[in-house]
């Protein structure tokens, strides 16, 4: 069964850091670069962030050189080390497969992260 538990969210200050991470499910985990994702109100998820089994890394053109994807795979867990944020940075961020998904896809609960000063 897939599961993917999100944690490490809150509320910061702009300029601030927050370390996000993302327990996944065995059988996905195992098979699949991961990513992150983020959905702001009102606007559609993006992706965020992407690694791939071996440690290979992609992001997106608003988080580079901010953002550091990364993963443990003896835990299962991808986390997302987010630094310098802006409020722009608003957002429900969840953890997923990188490809394959689909309108019925599952996500987890997601986090939320709020920079506000």
């Known amino acids: 069964q897939v599961q993917l538990v999100e944690s490490g969210g809150g509320l910061v200050q702009p300029g601030g850091s927050l370390r996000l991470s993302c327990a996944a499910s065995?059988?996905?985990?195992?098979?699949?670069?991961m990513a992150w994702y983020r959905q702001a109100p009102g606007k559609q998820r993006d992706l965020v962030a992407a690694?791939?089994?071996?440690?290979?890394?992609n992001y997106e053109d608003p988080v580079k050189g901010r953002f550091t994807i990364s993963r443990d795979n003896a835990k299962n867990t991808v986390y997302l080390q987010m630094n310098s944020l802006k409020p722009e940075d608003t957002a429900v961020y969840y953890c997923?497969?990188?490809?394959?998904?689909?309108?019925?896809?599952?996500w987890g609960q997601g986090t939320q992260v709020t920079v506000s000063s």
């Open positions: 997923n497969r990188r490809y394959g998904l689909g309108p019925n896809s599952y």
């Open positions: 690694i791939t089994g071996g440690g290979t890394t």
């Open positions: 065995g059988r996905l985990f195992s098979v699949n670069t």
